[in-house]
């Protein structure tokens, strides 16, 4: 079984070129705080306070954009669509701030979805069957 963090190294190597940018959204929460460190290793934080890292609740695990050509009665443009993979492996599901999250993205125009493998990650950004 593919581990997580090599589903998402592959993604991205396989989907961030060309009209598409990935990048590895981390999420996680830690402590700030004035530190202190005491004998045996062990760390003290005065005034600590929660640092809560990532996008947001149930941001997907890769994000970035898929550039398209907007058409000639749209003035030509070039746009940046927001997208949002969350990459699953196994049969781990979704939590439901991540199916929110998804949601959201979805109804805003964004492109958005759950990706399994490479091939999966390449239909949600539209790149068909490449290898």
């Known amino acids: 079984m593919t581990a997580p963090s090599d589903l ?3 993604i991205m190597l396989a989907c961030g ?3 598409a940018r990935l990048f590895r959204n981390n999420t ?7 530190v202190r ?3 045996g290793g062990a760390v003290l934080i005065h005034g ?8 947001c609740e149930g941001g997907a695990d890769l994000i970035g954009w898929r550039t398209i050509m907007v058409t000639p009665d749209m003035v ?7 997208t949002a ?3 699953k492996t196994g049969k781990a599901r979704l939590s439901t701030g991540q199916a929110r999250f998804i949601e959201a993205v979805l109804r805003a125009g964004g492109i958005a979805g759950v990706a399994r493998s490479v091939q999966d990650a390449q239909l949600l950004l539209g790149q ?4």
């Open 76 to 82: 030509g443009r070039t746009l940046a669509i927001f």
């Open 28 to 34: 996680g929460l830690g402590w700030v705080g004035d």
């Open 8 to 10: 998402h190294r592959l």
């Open 17 to 19: 070129q060309g009209a």
């Open 37 to 39: 460190r005491l004998d």
């Open 48 to 55: 600590a306070r929660p640092l809560h890292a990532g996008l």
């Open 85 to 87: 993979i969350e990459a």
């Open 128 to 131: 068909g069957n490449q290898k």
